[in-house]
């Protein structure tokens, strides 16, 4: 069982930056690929980024390439999500996931584990 709980939402001008941080618990951590996804009021949950077990491969939604960065430090059991030249269309609720898909995944029902959300809001 993997436990995940994100952190570093907020409110932020558009341009602006913010770094999101998912902590997992357990000793495990390093056995899962992880991703972020978010959802708008009213939409789906999407995929926004992916990255395998020991971070060597990462995939990204064309709507956030060249802007956000997934990373992840697999001492300190984190994954984290570099945001930057933020836009109004990217707020939302921010949610980390676990897979056990060794690459990671860009689909939702792949992914074991979920974090509770963090809030996203970028003001124009």
């Known amino acids: 069982q993997v436990q995940l709980v994100e952190s570093g939402g907020g409110l932020v001008q558009a341009g602006g930056s913010l770094r999101l941080s998912c902590a997992a618990s357990?000793?495990?951590?390093?056995?899962?690929?992880m991703g972020w996804f978010r959802q708008a009021p009213g939409k789906e949950r999407e995929f926004v980024a992916s990255i395998s077990r020991i971070g060597r491969r990462t995939v990204y939604a064309d709507s956030v390439k060249d802007r956000f960065t997934i990373s992840r430090d697999n001492v300190q059991n984190t994954v984290y999500l570099q945001m930057s030249s933020l836009k109004p269309e990217d707020t939302g609720v921010y949610y980390c996931?676990?897979?056990?898909?060794?690459?990671?995944?860009?689909?939702?029902?792949?992914?074991?584990?979920w974090g509770q959300g963090t809030q996203v809001t970028v003001s124009s």
């Open positions: 357990g000793r495990t951590f390093s056995t899962y690929a």
């Open positions: 996931a676990a897979t056990s898909v060794v690459s990671g995944s860009n689909i939702t029902v792949a992914y074991d584990y």
